[in-house]
């Protein structure tokens, strides 16, 4: 089982980008991301059950995030819009196995499996 996270890059503030998570091995009943910034706690950032019927985010994203999922090719997706420098952090995809939802899927604890991180850099 592996989780292939791709599409950082250095952007400027008001800039728009996707993030990819090419998940192989098996498919989960929930997807993630979550991001790290420099010198801080590793921070939820949105999540989703497979089917896309659930979706929950984080408060400072809401409305400029937008989390998907490709079932065809088994992708996790996170477009960002209106990206401001203190959304600078790497990025990880998450998966996990069980369902479940509300607060639960929200901590780190609660995956199974984690994408190697990519790199978004905000500039002001």
């Known amino acids: 089982v592996q989780l292939q996270a791709s599409g950082g890059g250095l952007v400027q503030a008001g800039d728009s980008l996707r993030l990819s998570c090419v998940a192989s091995?098996?498919?989960?009943?929930?997807y993630a991301w979550f991001r790290q910034a420099p010198g801080k706690e590793r921070e939820f950032v949105a999540a989703?059950?497979?089917?896309?019927?659930?979706?929950y985010y984080a408060d400072s994203v809401k409305g400029r995030f937008a989390i998907s999922r490709d079932n065809r090719d088994n992708t996790l997706y996170l477009r960002m819009m209106s990206l401001k420098p203190e959304d600078t952090a790497v990025y990880y995809c998450?998966?996990?196995?069980?369902?479940?939802?509300?607060?639960?899927?929200?901590?780190?604890?609660?995956?199974?499996?984690w994408g190697q991180g990519t790199l978004v850099t905000v500039s002001s």
């Open positions: 998450a998966a996990r196995i069980e369902y479940s939802s509300g607060t639960f899927i929200r901590l780190g604890s609660a995956y199974d499996y």
């Open positions: 091995g098996r498919t989960f009943s929930t």
């Open positions: 989703s059950d497979w089917r896309g019927s659930r979706k």
